[in-house]
Structure formats: C-alpha cells, structure tokens
C-alpha cells in the first residue's frame, strides 16, 4: 500500500502544481477564444476548485483501498491451500531467498541478497565504499568483518585464510570477493585486527640460533617471508629491504593510478604501523648493492651491511623491453610499479595526449590499455600473434574477448609487431609497425613480459638461467639463501604470478627458521576484469592426449564462453569469460583434484553449480 498510497500524492501534487502556476494562462486563453475579459480573482477560485477536487479523490482512493484489503482478507480466511510437491519445494525455496541478506552495521542498513552473490557485489550495488581488489582473495583488498551469520557464508578455503592470517585480521574477517551469501549475515565493513601480541606467540620448533633474517624485496613475496618467519620464529631479528618508497601494495592494481583521481588510496593492503607491530626492521627506498655468500652479509648502497643467519631474496622482476628502435625517447614507458602508472598519468595530462600504442596483448598490456582508453586516449593494443592472451585463452576464447575489446573502443591489432618508433620534438609522435602501417602515438608502452632481477644474485656467484635456481626447498646454490617469487626459477619455470610467490614465500620462511616443507609448483591463473569481460583462465586450456575430456559451450547471444578440460576425472584447467559466479567455483574444484566423473552430463549440459557438491561450498 505505500507504493500506492506515493503514487497518488504524487499525481495529486503534480495537477495542483500544474493548475498553480497556470491558472492565468488558461484563462487568458479561454477569453481569447471566446472574445470575452475574466477577473484576475477567478485564477484564485480555479486553484481552489483543483485542490478540493484532489483532496475529495485522495480521501476516495484511500478509503476504497482499505475496503478492497479488507475483503480480500475475508475472502481468504479460514480457507486452506493444498499445495502440490512442486509448489511446496519453491514456496520453501522463496523462504530462504526471501531470508538472504545482508545487514551492514553500524546503522543497521539491510540489503536484500540473491543465493550465491558474494559479499562484494552486494556492498557495490547498494553504493557502499569498499576497495574491490583482485576479486579471488588473492591481494587482500576487500576484508570486512563477519558480526554475526558467519555459517551462512561459503567455506574458507587455504589461500583465503592465509591472505588474512598474513594481514593480521581477526579470526571473524572474510574477503568479500570470496564469500558467498547462503542466508541472512550481519557485516561490518571495517575488519577487526588481531592483537599484535599474538604474531609468533605459538610458535614452535624453531631454531633458536638464527639470530638474523634478511629479506630483500618488499613485495608481496618478501613481505610474506618476513610475516611468516616472525610467525614461527618470535626472537630472531628480521630486516626487510624495498627499494621502492611505498609499503606493500597491490600491484595487481596499478593500471588504475593512470586514470583514477585518489593515486596510491586504497592501494595499500600493510599500514605503516605492521613492521613495528611484527617487530620488522623495514628499509624502504633502500637498495642492496651487494651479496657476500661467505661472509653472510649485505651491503647496502647505503653504505650500511647486514650480517644474515639466513638470507631470502624477493627481487622480483623488471619489464622486460624488445629491442626497438627509439624506445626511450620521451612520452615511451614500462609499467611494472606505482610510479610507473603516476609517470604516465603525468605526462599525458601535461602533454595533452591523445594517441597511446601498447605494444603487448597479454594481461599487463590489456589491462594497462585499458586504463589509457578510461583516461580518453585512442588507444592501440599490438599483438604479435593471432589473438590477445594466447598463452591464457584459445582460438575461440581469443577471438571472442578481441571482438568484445574492438567495441569497448579500443583497436587490437593482431599479427602486429613494433619496428620503430618516431619523435617529434624530443617526444615520441609515431610508430612503424613491421608489416609497414603506421600508428599515430603520443604516449608508447611496453608490455612485452618480465625478466627476473638476477643482477644481484648473480654477482654473487648464485646458480642462475632466467631466475635464481632453487630446489623444491626454494634454497638457492648458496648457503642459507633462498629466492622466491619472480626472482625464482624453480623446476626450468619462472611463475611470475602473485599466488606462486605467496606460496614459495611461506615454504622459505618456513625452512629458513628450522621447518622442512617443499614447493610442488602453483596451478597457473589468470584474471582479467574489464567493464562487462571478466575473464579467468586456470591450469591448462587444451588437451594433451585423446583421453582428455573438452567441455565447450558458447553464449553467442551474451558474448560469453566457458571451456573445461577433464584428465583422469579431474578437471585440469578452464576458461571463463562473462562467468564471474562459476570461475571461484572452478577454480577451487581444480585446486582441490575434485572428481566429476558423476557430474560430466551436468557439465556439459552447463550446470557447473554441480561443483559446489563435490567441494562444500
């Protein structure tokens, strides 16, 4: 009835508003239809006339209501409904729906949720600030507290419970990205800390001899050796070394500080304050100038050193840059930290950009063209194979996300290499592709992949190819070292992704303080989120023999594809573009060996919520 009861005062507002301030007019127009002069004072009895009439119609409209709500409710009482089993199973099923909600606090906000919604979209849609992070719970970004409701949410799962454990929240927080509603929750978007005095309180079985921790690198890699060694290691001394200014941060998200208005706000996933709470010696903007293996000491550009019982080394990557004729000139740049992104947002502002090249159609690239066309630039993505992010998606996979990117407004360019690049007036102006176009360019960026920061470790005399070689124990050819994350090159592979190098970090920490744990590689993923294309590509997406099992349906219509492929009764990888409820769901059902032999007909018949059964979600 409130809705009803609007809407008549507001039309009934809207005739006395209309009438109000046109009643002169009105008249006016009536006597010069009929040749005839009315006094201004009948303006006044028209105004009254509507407002009486409204308020008589008002009085009518509610009271017939009250009649027609009375007598359906007598017409129904005392009656009773059978209901077949079919009617009873979604009547029930509407009780839960109507029962899925979530409840913000403080202040009590009740938001109405649909089953299997993660906490994340329900605090986007209704307007709520919240930072969206990498939506799989890998960085950390969107933590809020759980108040009440907590067994209405899908399970934790490991790499969830350690990205938290590892930011210090209390035992009640869950990453909004990865929890899905099952009924009513109570939430609190600010999280609660767990007491500091508790970091490395329980620790155990570690060897009281090391004295002295160093971890180079102040990266996620190298912040979470340093969290886990003071996790299992509460007296020994630990010294971080970043040469970055900035604490950690979510790289994963840079491409948005060239279009966004806020800089590094809601970057950050470690406040300042966390070293000292973890009793963590932190040398920001430092760099280490030197490894003495047989000494056990650092030298750091600084002019300081650093005796080491133990040393693990996280010193990540840098992009790497094809050879290219030109590159360097003004207005050409990298994109691989914070001030990267800044650098760039800079100098297309001051000189009014308005053509960008991205030379690189894999994840970093189309993410970073992205970001360029959010800014207003025209922007070109060049991609020397047949489809962007060939090494992540297949033919079908590749063409479908092209098509979808082309009517974003952005112009991928397949088969296209760069050759050179042109300046005018000390600033980059052209690039010539190798095929012989030409690209109008005010901003160029290099998005052609990684390569390890080995300088360090290598004139050290440490085993090096791509990476800094270690063995399953993630120990490098030197003893007491370790290397971890992008720096590492482990079985002939260089992972370079965020969950690799979080897993290698706790293994090292681990065995640096006394532990015996091995590294049995990480399940490649990929993610990729731009507006309307959310991609997830996990394991591997073609089939390696012909007992492997495909798994291929297409929503032409949606523009969306889903591809699974099954080894053994298991799935071994998958692509998902426009599915962003199944890809958490496929991904744990990979991570987890799950066995869907039972459920291929249901697979391929789309029905891949089936997953959930296998894996307690």
């Not at 590159?327 to 950009?353: K, P, S, Y």
């Not at 092209?402 to 042109?422: D, H, P, R, W």
């Amino acid at each position: 009835t409130k809705a009803n009861t609007l809407t008549a005062l507001y039309a009934s507002a809207a005739l006395n508003i209309y009438y109000w301030f046109n009643s002169k007019t009105l008249l006016a127009s009536a006597g010069n239809l009929m040749d005839a002069s009315f006094p201004p004072w009948l303006a006044w009895v028209l105004r009254i006339g509507v407002l009486g009439v409204t308020l008589i119609w008002l009085y009518r409209t509610f009271a017939t209501e009250r009649k027609f709500i009375a007598h359906a409710i007598s017409a129904t009482s005392g009656q009773n409904a059978k209901l077949g089993a079919g009617s009873a199973k979604a009547l029930q099923q509407a009780a839960q729906n109507e029962h899925s909600e979530v409840v913000f606090m403080p202040g009590e906000k009740h938001v109405e949720a649909e089953p299997g919604q993660t906490l994340l979209e329900v605090v986007e849609h209704c307007g709520l600030s919240i930072e969206s992070g990498c939506r799989m719970g890998i960085c950390g970004a969107d933590p809020v507290a759980i108040l009440d409701g907590m067994e209405n949410l899908s399970p934790i799962c490991a790499d969830e419970s350690s990205t938290l454990a590892r930011l210090g929240y209390a035992e009640n927080t869950r990453m909004a990205c990865r929890a899905r509603i099952k009924g009513k929750v109570s939430v609190a978007l600010t999280p609660e800390k767990r007491k500091a005095a508790d970091v490395g309180a329980a620790a155990e079985n570690y060897d009281s001899s090391i004295m002295r921790v160093v971890v180079i690198g102040n990266g996620i890699a190298g912040v979470t050796a340093a969290d886990h060694v003071r996790r299992h290691h509460p007296k020994c001394e630990i010294h971080l070394i970043g040469k970055e200014k900035h604490a950690l941060y979510n790289r994963m998200g840079i491409a948005r500080l060239i279009y966004g208005r806020s800089a590094m706000q809601g970057l950050y996933l470690l406040p300042d304050a966390w070293y000292d709470e973890h009793d963590i010696t932190c040398w920001l903007n430092t760099h280490a100038d030197k490894i003495d293996p047989a000494s056990q000491r650092v030298h750091l550009a600084t002019g300081e050193q650093l005796d080491y019982d133990r040393l693990i080394l996280a010193t990540g990557s840098s992009s790497f840059v094809p050879p290219i004729e030109g590159f360097g000139v003004a207005g050409t740049f990298v994109l691989r930290e914070a001030d990267d992104a800044m650098h760039i947002r800079d100098f297309a502002q001051r000189h009014r950009a308005r053509h960008a090249v991205v030379a690189g159609g894999g994840l970093l690239g189309l993410e970073a063209a992205y970001a360029l066309h959010k800014l207003g630039l025209e922007v070109a993505v060049l991609e020397r194979a047949q489809w962007p992010l060939q090494r992540q998606v297949d033919a079908k996979g590749g063409a479908l996300l092209e098509t979808y990117l082309n009517g974003l407004g952005m112009k991928i360019l397949v088969n296209a290499e760069t050759a050179s690049i042109a300046a005018q007036d000390g600033r980059v102006s052209a690039v010539s592709l190798k095929d012989g176009r030409t690209l109008p360019c005010d901003v160029f960026l290099a998005c052609a992949g990684i390569s390890p920061n080995i300088g360090l470790a290598k004139a050290a005399g440490l085993q090096t190819h791509r990476g800094v070689i270690v063995d399953a124990t993630m120990r490098a050819s030197a003893e007491n070292v370790f290397a971890v994350g992008d720096v590492a090159e482990y079985a002939g592979q260089v992972y370079g992704l965020w969950p690799a190098a979080v897993e290698q970090a706790e293994i090292a920490a681990l065995n640096a303080v006394g532990s015996e744990r091995e590294y049995k590689g990480t399940v490649p993923t990929t993610l990729l989120k731009v507006v309307g294309a959310e991609l997830m590509s996990i394991g591997r997406f073609e089939p390696a023999s012909e007992n492997d099992r495909v798994i291929a349906l297409e929503d032409i219509d949606s523009h969306r594809y889903r591809k699974l492929v099954v080894s053994g009764n298991k799935i071994v990888g998958a692509i998902l573009i426009g599915y962003p409820l199944e890809a958490p769901i496929v991904a744990r059902a990979i991570k987890e060996e799950l066995d869907v032999a039972a459920c291929l007909d249901d697979l391929q018949a789309g029905n891949w919520a089936v997953l959930n059964r296998g894996i307690g979600a």
